[in-house]
């Protein structure tokens, strides 16, 4: 993962609840943020219970490989 264009650091990937994987840097100015049921196919997001505020640990892995390689593209 690349650093951060603005501060150079490696900002910290959350662990993942909620409805979208967000990356955001510590220094405020750069972020990627993914909505993890867009990565979901629709019988996916049926059979998924979202126990917790929180997707299946496998959608939450595919948001976040998709947010770094945002985050990756956009430096
Ligand atoms: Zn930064």
Redesign the pocket.
Known sequence: MKT?P??K?V?ELPSGDGTQYEIV???G??QSCVQISDLMTIDERAGDDFIDYRYAEEYVERAKAEAIRKWDDRC
């Open positions: 951060c603005f501060c650091e900002p840097c510590a220094c100015m750069a």
